[in-house]
T-cell receptor
Framework: RKEVEQDPGPFNVPEGATVAFNCTYSNSASQSFFWYRQDCRKEPKLLMSVYSSGNEDGRFTAQLNRASQYISLLIRDSKLSDSATYLCVVNTYTNAGKSTFGDGTTLTVKP | DAGVTQSPTHLIKTRGQHVTLRCSPI?????VSWYQQVLGQGPQFIFQYYEKEERGRGNFPDRFSARQFPNYSSELNVNALLLGDSALYLCASSSPPMDRGDYNEQFFGPGTRLTVL
């Protein structure tokens, strides 16, 4: 079983749709959580951090459930430019820092 | 300001050869991490270096090694290349290291695409 698991998709949605991505992690010692976005053949870029209280940035909302070890990302009013792969990232600090990425969920927004 | 830079951008090697990849972090960043990304998968953590010391290591064989220099740039070395080492190798820099438990953003370079024939 992978430490961080995501539904690979692909998710194909029309412009204006609302889409939700889920991510689960297995290491209960994990301490910080992120969503990164990766465009085709480009490097990953931070989309947003995910805090215990949940956080929102414009059309994007991220939530964390530590008890269920579950992270989510909600995108409202999808735009064509949202088409990308969304990577769930979990950082764990035991003896040293380790950053674990999921394999990503691919989103295609169509006109 | 320049972002994270990596060289070379592309590299073709044959099995059994050795390769050295280079990374320069964002000015002021002292932590560098290396990742391997195979097509269709997320980046896999290889190493983290902070202030020239190894601060984290992923599940990679001893053929993989790295070091960080006094100017905080870093090299990733891979010996005895295998076909399965073909991947995009990403370098990321951050200001404090990951092991402080803070929400530190990692800034990624464009990567080095390695092909092993």
């Amino acid at each position: 079983r992978k430490e961080v698991e995501q539904d690979p998709g692909p998710f194909n949605v029309p412009e204006g749709a609302t889409v939700a991505f889920n991510c689960t992690y297995s290491n209960s010692a994990s301490q910080s959580f992120f969503w990164y976005r990766q465009d085709c053949r480009k490097e990953p870029k931070l989309l947003m951090s995910v805090y215990s209280s949940g956080n929102e940035d414009g059309r994007f909302t991220a939530q964390l459930n530590r008890a269920s070890q579950y992270i989510s990302l909600l995108i409202r009013d999808s735009k064509l430019s949202d088409s990308a792969t969304y990577l769930c990232v979990v950082n764990t600090y035991t003896n040293a820092g380790k950053s674990t990425f999921g394999d990503g969920t691919t989103l295609t927004v169509k006109p | 300001d320049a972002g994270v830079t990596q060289s070379p951008t592309h590299l073709i090697k044959t099995r059994g050869q050795h390769v050295t990849l280079r990374c320069s972090p964002i000015s002021g960043h002292k932590s560098v991490s290396w990742y391997q990304q195979v097509l269709g998968q997320g980046p896999q953590f290889i190493f983290q270096y902070y202030e020239k010391e190894e601060r984290g290591r992923g599940n990679f064989p001893d053929r993989f090694s790295a070091r960080q220099f006094p100017n905080y740039s870093s090299e990733l070395n891979v010996n005895a290349l295998l076909l399965g080492d073909s991947a995009l190798y990403l370098c990321a820099s951050s200001s404090p290291p990951m092991d402080r438990g803070d929400y530190n953003e990692q800034f990624f370079g464009p990567g080095t695409r390695l092909t092993v024939l």
